[in-house]
């Protein structure tokens, strides 16, 4: 799979031969979600696909003011593929943004920001590639309801999967009796596995929006799956997020179904992660390889890992940016937020994939999850590790014991940092530790990001009363 078009002619060759009624636009806000606008196929002219068409960026999240509120879409054409869902053809196109006011690339265009990251790490010498592998982990529920009002809050979601519905009696059909149980879903066959054919249809959905698919399975939880792409560069990667999100929802939808990234649906079971493998090359060498050393790791490739731990509660506040995020990095859910590295131990907030060759050799980061703007992601940890680079910083490690098994006190007396424990810690981190992120992550969009993060999710978070806290202080 792959490109689609190449050309602006190619796309419009492209188009005639599918019939294409629509083109979307598509863009990515800070939180990473997909905006779009859509054109008749008549009024899209290569003009427009050269230059540029215009939108109201004050309408968007802690995008522009009022006042300055016109701003720019550019089409990056060989993106586009044919939208799977829509009932006429529509053939959708990536933009990156411009901001009219300053003349360039808007800074707070989250793809913009990962293209600047790319950039930076060519003009310091050391990689002009980057390549990306995330693992997007989600749940499918039947049913999802939540309140939240000034004088009650609560939430139910459910899945046929689920434990709890063990002893229910259903109006259309019987009960089963065929479920995974708590952290019993790894890998099961149906009907235990409720999800296989659904899965296979996400599969063939995504390869058709160009994706190249590996693999698919049941995930640890009740109700969990994953499917497994191939990698990407950078932007690619986070181009085939968003896809990958679209897709996921879109089919379990279509099915009567609702899917889910959000970290930590179900309390005592596993949560959704967004594991990604990373690694830098230059002149089509993998700088992150070197026979021999623990895991074929290079030097270059530890100072890497180095940087992104020592700014990791920074880095944080993009890798794990919601609340609910907090509550996955937890010991016991195969969400490391000790910050060690180690060859095959998932354990570990960075595990070194098993037998990787030389084109292989990489880095798995797996503390992210699906909250993350893609692209704010993959560019912060890049950040991260090429300050990392500059700096030879070496991180603690390895350690190849199981390090959910550690209490706290012995985390304490190794030494180990840790990931911070709230969405707040996060951010606060990024207030005081941010210089590693310039010149591509701009002063102006650092404090945009955290003043809408506390104002968004911290705030709003920590005023509510919880079930939980009814449950334990209603009676003192």
Not at 415 to 441: C, W, Y
């Amino acid at each position: 799979m792959g490109k689609f078009v190449n050309s602006i002619e190619e796309f419009f060759t492209f188009c005639e031969e599918n019939d294409v009624q629509f083109v979307d636009f598509r863009f990515t806000d800070i939180k990473g979600a997909w905006h779009h606008v859509t054109y008749r196929m008549s009024a899209v002219n290569a003009g427009i696909l050269e230059n540029s068409l215009p939108f109201d960026g004050s309408s968007i999240d802690a995008w522009q003011p009022i006042n300055k509120s016109d701003m720019l879409l550019k089409p990056d054409v060989p993106t586009a593929f044919l939208d799977p869902f829509t009932a006429d053809p529509t053939i959708v196109v990536f933009c990156d943004v411009y901001d009219i006011y300053k003349g360039q690339a808007y800074e707070k265009c989250p793809r913009s920001i990962a293209k600047r990251a790319l950039a930076h790490a060519d003009e310091l010498g050391i990689a002009d590639a980057a390549y990306f592998g995330p693992e997007n982990e989600f749940f499918i529920f039947d049913d999802v309801r939540f309140v939240d009002n000034i004088n009650e809050a609560g939430y139910r979601v459910d899945t046929e999967e689920g434990e709890w519905n063990s002893n229910t009696k259903y109006d259309d059909m019987y009960n089963t009796g065929h479920r995974p149980g708590t952290k019993g879903g790894y890998f099961p066959v149906a009907p235990t596995d409720s999800m296989v054919d659904l899965r296979a249809e996400m599969m063939q959905v995504l390869e058709q929006v160009g994706l190249e698919v590996v693999l698919g399975h049941h995930e640890v939880a009740q109700g969990q799956g994953e499917i497994g792409i191939v990698f990407s560069d950078i932007i690619g990667a986070a181009d085939n997020v968003q896809k990958y999100k679209y897709v996921v929802k879109m089919v379990a939808h279509l099915n009567g179904k609702t899917a889910t990234f959000m970290p930590k649906p179900l309390y005592g079971d596993n949560g959704n992660g967004m594991h990604v493998h990373q690694s830098l090359w230059k002149e089509g060498k993998n700088l992150f390889y070197k026979e021999g050393e623990y895991g074929n790791l290079s030097e270059m490739a530890l100072h890497y890992v180095g940087g992104i731990f020592k700014h990791a509660r920074a880095v944080a506040a993009f890798t794990n940016a919601s609340t609910n995020s907090y509550k996955r990095l937890l010991p016991g859910f195969e969400a490391p937020s000790i910050l060690t590295y180690s060859s095959q131990n998932r354990s570990a907030s960075c595990r070194i994939p098993y037998g990787a060759g030389e084109k292989a050799t990489r880095v798995e980061m797996r503390f992210p999850d699906s909250t993350a703007c893609p692209y704010l992601a993959f560019a912060s940890m890049m950040m991260a590790g090429l300050d990392g680079i500059k700096n030879k910083d070496i991180p603690i490690g390895p350690m190849d014991e199981d390090l959910f098994e550690l209490s706290l006190d012995e985390i304490r007396e190794k030494g180990i940092p840790q990931m911070p424990h709230t969405l707040r810690g996060s951010l606060e981190a990024l207030i005081r530790d941010n210089d590693f992120l310039k010149p591509v992550f701009t002063d102006e969009f650092i404090q945009a990001y955290q003043h809408y993060q506390f104002e968004r999710q911290v705030w709003p978070d920590e005023g509510r009363p919880t079930a939980y806290e009814f449950k334990t202080t209603y009676q003192c």
